[in-house]
């Protein structure tokens, strides 16, 4: 009974390592992040560089004639940064879960492994 146990334990530590090196092969993460997404985030973050440029240019140097219309410019302004920064926190939640589920595994099963083969030698020895 015992050695079942023991063996049971490593077997399911060395299972979770190796579903730790495969998780990303298996879930990649283009499942939650889109080419579409990318491709908006990019969008947004060039608009971002736009906007941020002519809304300082028209505060720094005012004209009467001519230019952007600044209110219209800073509300844009806004509505575009706080679009970036749910694609970007969005982006940001993806990547730690991605990178967190295999540590979670691999750690797991290493803990698991040394358990069982502490658990065999202990066992042994007891003979």
Do not use: C
């Not at 499942?31 to 997404?37: A, H, N």
């Not at 300082?56 to 800073?74: C, F, I, T, W, Y």
């Amino acid at each position: 009974m015992k050695h079942a146990i023991i063996f049971g334990l490593i077997g399911i530590g060395l299972l979770l390592l190796l579903a730790s090196g495969m998780w990303l092969t298996i879930f990649p993460g283009t499942s939650s992040w889109t080419p579409e997404k990318e491709k908006r985030l990019g969008e947004v973050g060039a608009r971002l560089h736009v906007l941020a440029f002519t809304v300082g240019n028209a505060e720094a140097s005012p004209k009467m004639h001519g230019g952007p219309d600044l209110v219209r410019a800073k509300a844009e302004l806004d509505s575009v940064r706080k679009e970036n920064r749910g694609l970007t926190a969005e982006f940001r939640g993806i990547q730690s879960s991605r990178d967190a589920i295999p540590k979670i595994f691999k750690w797991s099963g290493v803990s698991l492994a040394v358990i069982g083969v502490i658990g065999w030698y202990t066992v042994k020895q007891s003979r």
